[in-house]
């Protein structure tokens, strides 16, 4: 049976209709609906149970008639219902009554215990449970009389919580001596620690009464009496008496940190040799050291800090490091990984002179003696190794290499190689002969080319170029800038006359000195 709303509807469809036909329209069934004048009636879609009913206006415009005016819902909508209804195209039949897992009626739903297989609150848990339970900030907890959990804020700083008793609220208040309990006997053992008992049980962590302390004795058997101590004083012998001492405070604490400097006047020896450390190599070294000398193993060395030096002072061989790869430092420089012994200050030295290395080391000749040396400068630097086609470039005995860097001014001389001369003083001696330079010959059969003096040219220098000059000079050979060759000339000169006057050497003409020879001349005046 068709509700009031929908046969409202139909009458009203019924009235348009008839109010059509009255204006004297034309009343045409076709296929595709009811034509009166103007408008055509029609369902779409056509045929359909569930079809809407349109009225269409010449201009294409469309009105629903389905329900028009009546204000009822449409069919089509989804609509939660207890039962099917016939009325109704898209319903959802809930039942009668709720299902899963609720309860009751429509009218007054409940919801069951658990759900998902899970109950809804686990009401046993721990209190710590951050997912069940919260507080409030820094806070203790305590349960009252009723059994419930009560928050309690923390105290002020160095406040302790005190209990009132089983019934009582707890409560947070600073420690006074009256909640310190009596505890002094706790302190005394069951052996009686005296002089009758010998101290039996006596150690570093007992506390001795007064009583005890009147009974002590010192390894002799002296005993010794309990004097005055006044507040602040420590305890020190004085006599048969044990009495308080001044000055020191509260005394020297078993860690040594608390000491004045104090004057020492006897010496610090350990109770065996070679036993007892100063600082360790954890490291815990002493930051400075200020003694006038410093002896270590046995007198072998002495550190003299008023004379500045460091002293060998015992005859014997000593090593740096123990091996050939060490290296020694004179200066505070760094050397280079292939250098042994090092001497430059770690800054330029200002003043007029300085000499890097200096030593006169004597030797006291054995009397009647008649063999030795005496090596001012005494090396032997020696290759091994090689094979596998090695080429080792050079191998020098003596390398030197003045440096002027950074400097303004004009220096005098450079000296790549100096001998002064030598000092002859006191006694009578008799020297066979001296030598400024000399080079002994070579004594070996695995030498190819020897040379007893050689000398490269200068070529970079703005003035007089002497390769060799001998004597007042007796003897001058020019360098390439001091000589430019010419027909006939040499760059030798040589001294001749009694001057004695120095000239050039020259060569004479073709076959002068025979056939196939020159004559070196010089000239008859300079």
């Given at each position: ?52 009913l ?178 602040g ?13 001044a ?77 050939g790869?060490?290296?020694?430092a ?68 003596v ?5 002027v ?25 008799s ?7 000399r ?6 059969n ?24 001998i ?11 001091s ?8 760059p ?22 025979g ?7 010089v000239?008859?005046?300079?």
């Amino acid at each position: 049976m068709a509700s009031t709303e929908e046969l409202e509807a139909q009458i009203e469809e019924l009235r348009a209709l008839v109010a059509a036909i009255a204006k004297g329209d034309e009343l045409k069934t076709k296929a595709s609906g009811i034509h009166i004048g103007s408008l055509r009636i029609y369902e779409e879609p056509a045929g359909a149970g569930d079809a809407r009913l349109y009225q269409e206006e010449r201009d294409g415009s469309k009105t629903d008639l389905t329900g028009a005016g009546t204000g009822g819902a449409p069919k089509d909508a989804k609509y939660l219902v207890g039962a099917a209804h016939a009325d109704l195209s898209d319903e959802i039949n809930v039942g009668a009554t709720p299902g899963g897992e609720l309860g009751g009626t429509w009218a007054s739903p409940t919801v069951d215990a658990t759900h998902s297989g899970s109950a809804h609150h686990t009401r046993l848990h721990a209190i710590t449970g951050t997912s069940d339970h919260s507080a409030t900030n820094w806070r203790v907890f305590y349960s009252d009389g009723s059994a419930h959990v009560v928050e309690l804020a923390l105290g002020a700083d160095g406040t302790f919580l005190q209990s009132g008793g089983a019934a009582t609220l707890p409560e947070f208040t600073a420690l006074v001596a009256t909640d310190i309990p009596d505890i002094s006997a706790t302190y005394q053992v069951v052996s009686e620690k005296n002089a009758a008992s010998g101290y039996a049980g006596l150690d570093a962590s007992t506390a001795l009464t007064v009583a005890q302390i009147r009974g002590l004795r010192e390894s002799g058997g002296q005993a010794l009496a309990m004097g005055a101590v006044a507040d602040g004083e420590y305890l020190k012998r004085s006599g048969t008496d044990i009495i308080g001492g001044a000055g020191g405070g509260g005394g020297a604490t078993t860690a040594l940190d608390n000491l004045d400097p104090t004057a020492i006047n006897a010496s610090l020896v350990p109770a065996s040799d070679s036993a007892i450390d100063l600082g360790s190599s954890a490291p815990k070294y002493f930051a400075n050291a200020y003694v006038d000398a410093l002896r270590l193993s046995s007198a072998i060395f002495m550190l003299d800090a008023g004379a500045g030096k460091l002293q060998i002072t015992s005859a014997s061989t000593y090593f740096i490091n123990g091996s050939g790869s060490a290296q020694v430092a004179i200066g505070g420089a760094t050397p280079g990984a292939d250098v042994i012994l090092f001497v430059q200050p770690s800054s330029n030295v200002a003043g007029t002179s300085l000499r890097a290395i200096q030593g006169a080391p004597t030797l006291a000749y054995t009397s009647g003696a008649s063999t030795g040396y005496l090596h001012g400068l005494d090396y032997v630097p020696t290759l091994s190794g090689g094979g596998g086609g090695a080429v080792m470039p050079e191998v020098t005995g003596v390398y030197t290499k003045p440096c002027v860097q950074a400097f303004t001014g004009t220096v005098t001389a450079v000296h790549g190689f100096y001998q002064d001369v030598p000092s002859v003083i006191f006694g009578t001696p008799s020297i066979s002969a001296y030598y400024s330079f000399r080079g002994m010959a070579a004594a070996s059969n695995k030498i190819v080319d020897a040379y007893g003096l050689a000398i490269a040219d200068f070529t970079n220098n703005t003035g007089a170029t002497y390769l060799l000059e001998i004597g007042a000079p007796y003897l001058r050979l020019l360098g390439r800038t001091s000589w430019t060759p010419a027909a006939s000339e040499t760059p030798l000169y040589l001294a001749y006359d009694e001057g004695p006057t120095l000239g050039q050497v020259t060569l004479g003409a073709a076959d002068s000195g025979g056939a196939g020879f020159r004559v070196l001349r010089v000239p008859n005046a300079v």
